[in-house]
């Protein structure tokens, strides 16, 4: 198990690297390499604690669509304590979001923060010193003195200093004379009790998986997003391919990793014991790969004005959405 927190560098001068391998979630044949911050996020940060990530993933029978994108699917943090012992708890920011940061590392605690990506370098390739996107970290090393601090982020866990650093937490003299300036909103993720285990931890994510069955949508939500989709494509005519990338993050994106993910929780629960026909994963997999099939049909059609109502992938994922959801609220009790 790696340790949750180290209080203090042992060399002054030299920045520590974390013992952190991406979870094998983040590794291999995926057709959605990154998902959501804050799935990513967690994904590694239980990792980083010891613990496999996949029984939480019941969730995500809850998925629908919300009229203008799908839901922007997140660990629901009942089932995290439940599961690992893990509680998260709102942190207030009374004074200095540094100080507050430091002071839960010191207990060995990781700060769920939103900052913005304007000054993480890991997002060398996207918004690194360029855009300036709302994203979350996990802060779980702190070295106030020297201006130095390691995060979870996205698919892996990474580390920041000087001028980042101050961008981190507003120090940067931009940020001076704004006393209306809003404090971020953040959480702290503390083990509050042991982890469930092996057979213990199987049973209590089947439980859970049953409980999401019964909150599942009421209709198909693949077919509530088909009906509006003609709308939403002149819309995407209309405004461009920087729109377009909005656009497929809260739609493609997020419905093809959730059921992704899915696919790969079911696997885990089949390996555990549960008979979950292998017909379902497939087909929540299945969704996964047309997801970006639809994704790159449309960047085309947007490219070249071109109305492309994308029948066919509405087809293949309507269907797909039906062979994954009744089967397998057939299945709970």
Not at 148 to 162: D, I, M
Not at 315 to 323: G, I, K, N, P, T
Request: aromatic share 12%.
């Amino acid at each position: 198990m790696n340790p949750p927190l180290m209080t203090a560098w042992t060399n002054p001068n030299v920045m520590p690297r974390r013992d952190h391998e991406p979870h094998v979630l983040h590794q291999g044949d995926r057709v959605w390499q990154e998902t959501n911050c804050y799935v990513d996020l967690w994904i590694e940060l239980l990792h980083g604690l010891g613990l496999d990530p996949r029984p939480a993933f019941a969730f995500t029978v809850t998925q629908d669509f919300e009229g203008d994108q799908f839901t922007f699917f997140k660990f629901p943090l009942e089932d995290i304590e439940r599961l690992y012992g893990v509680q998260v708890q709102e942190l207030a920011i009374y004074d200095s979001l540094e100080d507050r940061v430091f002071a839960q590392t010191q207990r060995g605690h990781t700060v769920l923060v939103e900052v913005d990506g304007h000054y993480l370098p890991n997002t060398r390739a996207t918004s690194y010193r360029r855009d300036h996107p709302k994203t979350t970290i996990g802060i779980d090393f702190i070295d106030p003195v020297r201006h130095r601090l390691g995060y979870f982020h996205n698919t892996g866990y990474h580390h920041l200093e000087g001028e980042d650093y101050d961008g981190v937490f507003r120090k940067l003299p931009q940020f001076c004379g704004q006393p209306d300036l809003l404090f971020p909103y953040v959480e702290f993720a503390k083990n509050a009790r042991p982890a469930l285990e092996g057979a213990a931890l199987a049973e209590a994510s089947a439980e859970l998986l049953c409980a999401h069955l019964a909150r599942r949508p009421m209709r198909n939500p693949v077919s509530m997003w088909r009906e509006v989709f003609p709308e939403h494509l002149e819309r995407l005519l209309t405004r461009g391919e920087s729109y377009f990338h909005l656009y497929s993050f809260n739609l493609m994106r997020q419905l093809g990793a959730n059921f992704e993910f899915l696919s790969k929780y079911l696997l885990w629960l089949a390996a555990q014991g549960y008979d979950v026909p292998a017909s379902i994963p497939a087909a929540a997999q299945q969704i996964a790969s047309e997801a970006m099939v639809m994704q790159f049909r449309l960047v085309r059609a947007v490219t070249r004005k071109r109305h492309d109502l994308c029948q066919d992938c509405f087809d293949v994922l309507e269907a797909a959405y039906e062979r994954t959801m009744s089967p397998l609220a057939a299945l709970a009790p």
